[in-house]
């Protein structure tokens, strides 16, 4: 059990350097909803229903451009078709578990949670000890987001812009990249990915997103087969 | 859009974004033994998805609709990548990233 307790708490700490990153997000989310005259009850409803900060951007401003209620709905369920993903790659972990811890685990798995609990040294331990980081990670990371929203609502997204404090989210998920590349055929996916990722930015809905993963993750499944087979034919 | 539809879009998309986190964790009985079929797949997402979500942030400045490739941004994450190879933990990484991009920003 200590071990349990331990690992909780090891997950709060791990979460706790993305917070430079998580504040001035939602400061910019609570913020934007004050600045097009929604109320703080509405605000802070709408951020603990979606607990997406990309998808609620979105949600703005197609709200502001007047879009029709159905293409909002569905423009938010595809940017966050992503965690389908980490449903499948949590399942084993959290399917097991009683309703009451699964459910809120599950509504409050998000981008850190999964990029945390998939590093290496995670993977290797107890599923006993995940299970209670995930918790760790995933209950600070909802509190900081819920915090930081209200603080955008009260004060306004008052960090400078200047310093850039947003650019420590993809700082942070490149650190966690570099620590889950342990082989070379990790390495090819991971570039095959990031060149998707930046290829296919422009296209809409954060389909560039799914593109890149698939195509990354298609080429690290065929293409060391591929090789391999031709070094075999020709030596 | 009045209150009302809006309290109805959250909860509209909230539930449906509920519902995909939940989708293969709920299933998990019966979508056991496609998750164990797929384990070679999800072995490689980390790296798959971590580069997909940050390389876009990091290659591009996002003055709203306008994208722009900031290289001082590219230089700061190699630093990152540089330190992350030595620690184990993601905080120095960040803070030897985000000085690298102050000082770059200060004096370049």
């Known amino acids: ?235 | 859009m009045d209150n009302l539809s809006l309290w109805l879009l959250f909860f509209a998309a909230g539930l449906g974004t509920f519902l995909i986190r939940l989708s293969f964790i709920q299933l998990h009985a019966s979508s056991a033994a496609l998750i164990e079929r797929s384990k070679p797949i999800l072995a490689l997402l980390p790296p798959g998805i971590l580069a997909a979500l940050c390389m876009p942030g990091i290659v591009f400045t996002r003055p709203t609709n306008e994208y722009q490739i900031d290289p001082l941004q590219i230089v700061a994450a190699l630093v990152t990548i540089l330190i992350a190879k030595y620690s184990s933990s993601v905080f120095w990484p960040v803070v030897g990233g985000m000085l690298c991009l102050w000082l770059l920003r200060a004096y370049g």
Request: with cysteine.
């Open chain 1, 1 to 235: 059990m200590a071990s349990h307790k331990q690992a909780f708490w090891f997950g709060v700490r791990d979460l706790l350097p993305l917070v430079s990153g998580v504040l001035p997000f939602g400061l910019i989310a609570g913020a934007t909803g004050v600045s097009m005259g929604m109320t703080p009850e509405m605000i802070m409803g709408m951020t603990v229903l979606f607990f997406a900060g990309s998808a609620q951007l979105a949600a703005y401003s197609l709200i502001q451009d007047n879009a029709p209620f159905i293409i909002i709905v569905l423009t938010v369920l595809v940017i966050n078709f992503r965690f389908v993903i980490y449903s499948a790659s949590f399942a084993p972990l959290l399917g097991p578990l009683k309703k009451r811890y699964r459910l809120p685990l599950t509504f409050m798995l998000s981008d850190q949670v999964y990029g945390l609990c998939s590093m290496p040294e995670q993977q290797a331990k107890s599923n006993g000890e995940r299970v209670f980081y995930l918790a760790g990670v995933a209950i600070s990371m909802a509190l900081s987001w819920f915090i930081s929203v209200a603080l955008g609502v009260a004060l306004g997204a008052s960090i400078p812009a200047s310093w850039s404090l947003e650019f420590t989210i993809p700082l942070a998920f490149l650190a966690m990249l570099v620590t889950t590349i342990t082989n070379r055929r990790l390495f090819l996916v991971a570039c095959i990915s990031a060149l998707c990722a930046i290829t296919f930015q422009l296209l809409p809905y954060n389909i560039g997103f799914i593109a890149a993963v698939v195509a990354g993750v298609s080429c690290g499944l065929l293409l060391p087969n591929l090789l391999q087979k031709r070094v075999g034919k020709h030596g």
